[in-house]
Every structure is written in structure tokens, then in C-alpha cells.
């Protein structure tokens, strides 16, 4: 059964699901587009579910749009740590469902990393050789790798996340984009059993997620197009003040 949505809530889920293409196509700092629509449309926890195959369904569309740009070696340093944040994260999900915690609780937390994170990378571009050795310590990929994997756990919250590490160790723009597709549908497809064991994809979730298929893949293409437009500077500047926008965003709810 479909949710029971006003048309004004269905052009909200609409622009959310476009937003997740536009995210996946080249600009993932927009990715709280749909994680804010979505939490709007179902609250708590069940967002989570709900937007899940979604988003496996963009990193698809973003793999078959740039599979040939990728460094995999950011791919290695960062996956095996994100899967060990995925199962950090759905245990805390376990223990905030079992105390009737709503999901938004941990957005303040979300949002204090990617702040901190952002302000990092503003004094990386504002005194270069202060902070230049971060980015190249294996510390650096492990703890940004963990963060991802539990914010996207808790609340398909990792795009700004992984955005900023891409962006500290300065992948050109096509391999950014094909590097963040590889690595959200490795720990996307990695976090279903998890959502499943939760109860947070269902037959009716699944219907929802069809329907919204259209959107996600015309989003996919102009999300291509804006960044194949954009100069280097700018799209690094884009992600960064996305950055920011999400960590104030994240915040302030809670």
C-alpha cells in the first residue's frame, strides 16, 4: 500500500527523490535536500528505510555515469572503517529504538562532525602548509571512513562527510563524483541487511520507492551536467558551502 500523501506531499517526495540524483550525479553536499524531505514526510527511524533503496538505486545510475573516474585507493582506506561505523550505527539505532529515541536526536552530533570538518578544510585553503600532512595520515582516512559509515547508518547523512574528505585530499571533480558512486553503493548494498533486521524496508516501502525511480534518474542527469559545467574552483567551493549549509541544518534540529 502507498503512503496516503496530499499532493503537496508528493511534490515534496518528488523533489526529494530529485535531489537524490542531482546528489548522486556529481553534487553528494546537496544530499540533505532529501534526507530533511524525506525525515518531513516519515518521521523517526523509518526515513531511513524508506530512502535506502533509493539511494542504491542512484549510486547505480552514478556508477554507470562515471565508472571509469575512481580512485579506488581512497575507496581502500576508507570502506573497511565506514563498515565498522554501519555497524556502530545500527546498534545504536537497536538501543534508540528500544528506548523510543527518535532518529533526529543524533542529527546535533552529525552536524558538530561535519562543521568541524568544513572548518578544517577552510583552514587547509587558508594557510595551505599548516594543515597540509592531514589528509596524507592513515588516521585521517580511518576516522573520516567510521564517520561516514555511522552517519550513514543513523541518517543517510554521509554525503557532506565524504564530500569534505574528497575534498581534502583534492581528487579532480569526475573522480571525486566516481569515486563517492563507488563508495556509496559498496556500503549502501552493505547496509540493507542491516535496515532489513530493523524492520525499516518493507513491501510497501519498496512500492513508494518505485515510484520515484523517474525522478532519481532525471536528477542523475542534470546533476552530470551541472558539474561537467562547472570550473574546478567553483565545484570545490559548491561542495564546501553545501557543507556548511548541512552542518547548520543538522544543528539545529534534535
Do not use: C
Not at 536528477?219 to 547548520?248: H, N, W, Y
Amino acid at each position: 500500500m502507498l503512503p496516503d500523501f496530499s499532493t503537496g506531499q508528493w511534490t515534496l517526495a518528488v523533489l526529494a527523490a530529485l535531489g537524490i540524483g542531482i546528489s548522486k550525479g556529481g553534487l553528494p553536499g546537496l544530499s540533505l535536500l532529501h534526507v530533511v524531505l524525506f525525515a518531513l514526510l516519515f518521521p523517526g527511524l523509518a526515513s531511513t528505510g524508506v530512502v535506502l533503496p533509493m539511494l542504491i538505486a542512484g549510486d547505480l545510475g552514478a556508477v554507470a555515469l562515471f565508472r571509469r573516474h575512481a580512485d579506488w585507493k581512497s575507496i581502500a582506506r576508507t570502506l573497511p572503517p565506514a563498515v565498522i561505523g554501519v555497524t556502530a550505527g545500527w546498534l545504536a539505532m537497536r538501543w534508540a529504538q528500544a528506548q523510543g529515541i527518535p532518529g533526529t536526536r543524533f542529527n546535533p552530533v552529525i552536524g558538530t562532525i561535519v562543521l568541524a570538518l568544513a572548518v578544517l578544510q577552510l583552514v587547509r585553503l587558508w594557510k595551505p602548509a599548516l594543515l597540509s600532512e592531514v589528509p596524507k595520515r592513515p588516521a585521517f582516512a580511518v576516522s573520516m571512513g567510521f564517520a561516514a559509515g555511522v552517519t550513514t547508518m543513523i541518517a543517510n547523512a554521509a554525503g557532506p562527510i565524504m564530500a569534505l574528505y574528497l575534498l581534502a585530499v583534492a581528487l579532480p571533480k569526475q573522480v571525486f563524483v566516481g569515486t563517492a558512486a563507488w563508495f556509496f553503493l559498496l556500503i549502501n548494498l552493505i547496509k540493507v541487511p542491516f535496515s532489513l533486521h530493523l524492520g525499516l524496508i518493507t513491501g510497501p516501502t519498496l512500492a513508494f520507492n518505485a515510484l520515484m525511480l523517474p525522478a532519481i534518474a532525471a536528477g542523475l542527469f542534470l546533476g552530470r551536467s551541472i558539474v561537467l559545467r562547472l570550473p574546478q574552483r567553483a565545484f570545490d567551493t559548491l561542495i564546501l558551502v553545501f557543507a556548511l549549509a548541512a552542518s547548520m541544518r543538522l544543528l539545529l534540529q534534535g
